[in-house]
């Protein structure tokens, strides 16, 4: 298996997770992570196809994922200052109900 297929197909993976914790579930930080699992699996398969080549990696795949990389930690931090605030108007961290799962 050669190298950028193995990054590939654990960004792939990493995109699945990303997407069972962003969907399925209602607590607001698990949705959170989810999101942020879901952007580091895009980054890994980004790199990948960047690097599938014999010849050197493009450089501009990795200018755009350090970019994405600085605009995630930006969103996160967001989300969690809107998360706090949520949680001080209604005292509790779940979107539907009580039950968090």
């Excluded at 879901?38 to 994922?65: K, Q, S, Y």
Aim: glycine share 12%.
């Amino acid at each position: 298996m050669s190298t950028w297929l193995l990054y590939a197909s654990s960004g792939a993976l990493l995109v699945a997770i990303g997407l069972h914790g962003l969907i399925l579930r209602r607590h607001l930080i698990r949705r959170i992570l989810g999101l942020n699992v879901l952007g580091g699996g895009v980054f890994a398969i980004f790199l990948a196809l960047a690097a599938r080549g014999d010849g050197p990696a493009d450089p501009l795949p990795h200018a755009l994922v350090i970019t994405g990389i600085v605009v995630a930690v930006a969103g996160t931090a967001l989300a969690l200052a809107i998360t706090v605030r949520y949680f001080e108007a209604t005292g509790r961290l779940d979107i539907d109900g009580p039950d968090n799962r």
